[in-house]
């Protein structure tokens, strides 16, 4: 598996219109991982998560949410949350502090150089509501 660079999808771009919880997908163009324009402005632990989400999809096709989650959660030894609502959409994918450290490692493992400079280290730390 080369490389993957994050782009921009106008597909992306029209289910985000349609649920806000969508920002990324992959599967339809190769060596891409394909977001929203807003996913960039979502706090660090939130893209690390939808990405990490993302690439258990490429590690594990055709399985279900749940399984790929699991999957980077045993990869990696962490937790990957859903957050029920947030302004930025309900359900979407979370890591706490800690395991986006793990996870920005691991994706750098995934992502080309472009890619992984515009996911800056801990560039807005999102911290959901106990």
Not at 70 to 87: A, G, R, V, W
Request: hydrophobic letters at 35%; charged letters at 25%; a positive charge.
């Amino acid at each position: 598996m080369g490389k993957y660079a994050i782009s921009i999808c106008q597909i992306a771009r029209d289910w985000h219109k349609k649920n806000s919880r969508y920002y990324a997908h992959v599967g339809h163009k190769n060596g891409k991982i394909c977001v929203t324009d807003q996913f960039w402005k979502l706090p660090w632990n939130f893209k690390i998560a939808i990405l990490l989400h993302e690439i258990g999809h490429l590690l594990s096709p055709g399985k279900s949410e749940k399984v790929v989650n699991k999957t980077i959660e045993e990869l990696l030894d962490i937790k990957i949350h859903y957050i029920p609502k947030t302004q930025f959409g309900n359900n979407l994918e979370w890591v706490n502090p800690e395991d986006g450290k793990i996870g920005y490692k691991f994706l750098s493992t995934f992502l080309d150089q472009k890619s992984m400079r515009r996911l800056r280290p801990f560039a807005g730390i999102y911290s959901p509501r106990s």
